[in-house]
């Protein structure tokens, strides 16, 4: 049924059992009074291994190191980069606004107020990607639109192509607009591009007489259905809540069809969120790992305590 059971949440296993097999889990209140809540806010390894053994059995799980064993190495990289003064400015006054926020809520209240937190957050991401995005009057530099241009010159140096992912169909703009400056050749897809046109798109890239050597791409756009093993080079923008999108992302290009080594680069504004949203990433993976193989999990849930994580 799916190749990812669960990516953000506990929840998401029950569904998917309660469509297969209802009643097995039983209702979603008693799943989470059993185990939900005790696997998540309380690490009961008990609840995980008796949930992984009863799910087990319905479960086939196939890595993609043991069925594709002639597929090339893939090798990841975060690169750092710094944040500049103003930029830095504008960052600290929006971390300060929506700590204030969270802290003078409880959890209740922040269940409540999601959308407006999820917005500032949203607002707090795209400083780190550019302020340009939020502050049309910005006339400030963004590091990392700078040290994305030059690691995609270099890759491209190098004889490699390159895909860019971004959750920001505004920051794509941008980023094309670096390309334009620079004389680099590319292409686009987003959720705007139509089936026909995608398919055309990747054909043109694909072509090694091709000049366009970068291929810039919505992360949702560009999540599943595409085949790009014509690129080499994969980079991230900007972090995603969800290491799974990305990772399915990625497999634009590493998959099979790929004769070279899959260098991939997830680009992180140093000292911010995005290196938070790192550590969330982490935990959410280890979530999925645990039930599927029993080993040892973290939260997944969004609390007052882990907002304020996120913003120290």
């Not at 103003?86 to 969270?102: F, G, M, P, S």
């Not at 949203?122 to 550019?130: G, K, L, N, P, S």
């Not at 895909?163 to 794509?172: A, C």
């Not at 004769?259 to 000292?271: G, P, Q, S, W």
């Amino acid at each position: 049924m799916t190749g990812t059971p669960i990516e953000n949440r506990l929840s998401e296993l029950w569904s998917i059992f309660n469509f297969v097999m209802p009643g097995f889990l039983k209702s979603y209140r008693e799943f989470k009074k059993d185990f939900e809540s005790p696997i998540v806010k309380e690490d009961d390894q008990d609840c995980l291994n008796r949930l992984s053994q009863m799910v087990g059995p319905f479960i086939l799980r196939r890595l993609k190191k043991d069925v594709l064993k002639d597929l090339p190495d893939k090798l990841e990289e975060v690169r750092y980069v710094g944040v500049g003064k103003e930029q830095r400015r504008l960052y600290d006054a929006e971390i300060a606004r929506l700590k204030n926020k969270v802290m003078a809520e409880d959890d209740e209240g922040i269940k409540r107020e999601q959308i407006e937190i999820l917005a500032a957050l949203t607002r707090i991401r795209e400083i780190c990607c550019d302020p340009g995005l939020l502050y049309e009057d910005y006339k400030g530099e963004s590091e990392k639109r700078l040290a994305c241009v030059d690691l995609i010159k270099s890759a491209i140096d190098e004889g490699h192509k390159v895909l860019l992912f971004s959750q920001f169909t505004s920051m794509l703009d941008l980023l094309e607009e670096s390309l334009k400056a620079e004389e680099i050749g590319f292409l686009r897809i987003d959720g705007q591009t139509p089936k026909a046109r995608r398919l055309t798109l990747v054909n043109v890239f694909k072509h090694k007489d091709s000049p366009a050597k970068v291929f810039l791409i919505s992360l949702k756009a560009g999540g599943t259905g595409l085949n790009l093993t014509g690129a080499d080079t994969v980079i991230h923008y900007d972090p995603w809540w969800n290491v799974a999108a990305q990772n399915q992302a990625t497999d634009r290009a590493h998959r099979i069809g790929q004769e070279k080594k899959v260098t991939v680069y997830k680009l992180i504004a140093k000292d911010t969120v995005e290196e938070a949203i790192l550590d969330l990433q982490e935990a959410k993976s280890l979530l999925a790992q645990g039930i599927l193989t029993a080993e040892s999990v973290s939260s997944a849930s969004l609390q007052k305590e882990d907002l304020l994580k996120i913003l120290d």
